[in-house]
């Protein structure tokens, strides 16, 4: 099955420096890459996404980047602040019966922690 | 307009006891995936539900099981719980057809002593 490799397990960034993130995965199959972001006590949220016909989507600060073919992925936040410290978890999923993406496969998360 | 909505927030429970978690997916949804989230780990793919059917099925015992309703609410039962149970379960809800994009509700923290 799908594996997906998450790097670092934590980050700590000075406000308003860059922060990335990057994810591999194994599965050449799956096609949609997206980013959520957990804070304490809270359900993962979406925070953008990427398909594989895709190599890069931005979103104000956010941006995500696509390499299919090294199979990796990485995000990128820029102009950090203290309220973008949290738990951020990429994850990979692929099409199955019916055309529907299933179930999402995700890494095993990086503490991002913003100093003010 | 609601989002994902869980309950009970907080449970605990015995060893070989029984549990069930409720979900509310957001409004136009009707598809509901079930996650298991260890502390300090990433969400654990459990089961997707459709049309009242489980559609994809992740590594969980049969003691793990679940069901969807007409109104697309969906529960999740485990049975002869373990003290390795004892996580964060989260339901995320999506349209059907081809949308890829998953929203997650805020979780049931579950406790098995």
């Known amino acids: 099955g799908e594996n997906v490799e998450q790097h670092p397990s934590t980050l700590s960034v000075q406000e308003g420096d860059s922060a990335v993130i990057k994810c591999t995965y194994s599965?050449?199959?799956?096609?949609?890459f997206p980013w959520y972001k957990q804070e304490l006590g809270k359900g993962p949220q979406l925070i953008i996404d990427?398909?594989?016909?895709?190599g890069e989507k931005k979103d104000q600060r956010i941006a995500v980047t696509l390499n299919k073919t090294a199979k990796h992925f990485s995000l990128h936040i820029t102009e950090t602040q203290p309220e973008d410290s949290a738990v951020y978890f990429c994850?990979?999923?692929?099409?199955?019966?019916?055309?529907?993406?299933?179930?999402?496969?995700f890494g095993k998360g990086t503490l991002l922690t913003v100093n003010p | 307009d609601a989002g994902v909505t869980q309950s009970p927030t907080h449970l605990i429970k015995t060893r070989g006891q029984q549990v069930t978690l409720r979900c509310s997916p957001k409004?136009?949804?009707?598809?509901v995936s079930w996650y298991q989230q260890a502390l300090g780990q990433g969400p654990q793919f459990i089961f997707q539900?459709?049309?009242?059917?489980?559609?994809q099925r992740g590594n969980f015992p049969d003691r793990f099981s679940g069901h969807q309703f007409p109104n697309y609410s969906s529960e999740l039962n485990v049975n002869a719980l373990l003290l390795g149970d004892s996580a964060l379960y989260l339901c995320?809800?999506?349209?059907?057809?081809?949308?890829?994009?998953?929203?997650f509700g805020p979780g049931t923290r579950l406790t098995v002593l």
């Open positions: 599965d050449s199959a799956s096609n949609y």
């Open positions: 995320a809800s999506k349209p059907g057809g081809s949308t890829d994009t998953q929203y």
């Open positions: 994850a990979a999923s692929m099409r199955g019966r019916g055309g529907s993406n299933y179930k999402l496969t």
């Open positions: 990427i398909r594989s016909n895709v």
């Open positions: 539900y459709y049309e009242e059917e489980e559609r």
């Open positions: 409004s136009g949804h009707d598809t």
